[in-house]
């Protein structure tokens, strides 16, 4: 199996499945547990949204392993609670190692905050706006492979959920984190054609409830 062409790699374990998780074993983990699963729980799309800012020009592995720092940092990802965070508080996290300390994203995070609270006051919930952009059957190819991935870092609906998130005030909410944040969200099912998860991913989708 030629990775660079199929996107697939086979385990250890003799489990064919895509191949960006290198086989590290919490990369794998990450893979198979929770990329791609729908999630509606509010706190959990706010922090994956935030995380996905702190990505940009890193690689999420990096983000991944100091997610439990980023949680303890970030109040569990409580945007009640973040919003409240004051300039004492970004100084604090600009101190804190286990973090990416970038004041431009911690700032965002905060700001970001404010925005998840008034957004779901308006909506119900943040699950409830955000799950409103999942594109239908029709904005989706009929197979996908791994030139498919490649090939779309940036769809039409996370163009849309972009400009809507930009003009409510939302920053680090480009197209391509957008689109990161909606495949690992369950939004989309992008795990490819010959992983193992597609199937099963599929089977959750189909059973999910729509917040």
Known sequence: METEKTGL???????????WHG????????????????????KRLFEKICLEGFQSGLSWLTILRKRENFRRAFAG????????????????????????????????????ARRARDLAEEAGSLAAWFWKFEPGADERPQRFDYATLI?????????????ELKKRGWSFVGPTTVYAFMQAMGMVNDHIEGCVCRAEIERERAAFKRP
Do not use: Q
């Open 23 to 42: 086989n590290l074993p919490d990369y794998l983990h990450y893979h198979d547990h929770e990329w791609g699963r729908p999630v509606a729980d509010d």
């Open 77 to 112: 990802f409580d945007f009640e609670r973040v919003a409240e965070f004051t300039d004492a508080d970004v100084e604090r996290l600009l101190g804190d190692a286990g973090i990416v300390r970038h004041r431009g994203k911690i700032v965002s995070t905060i700001n970001n």
């Open 9 to 19: 790699l086979e385990g250890e374990d003799g489990i064919v499945r895509c191949a």
């Open 151 to 163: 090939a779309n870092p940036t769809t039409p609906t996370s163009t849309r959920m972009s400009k």
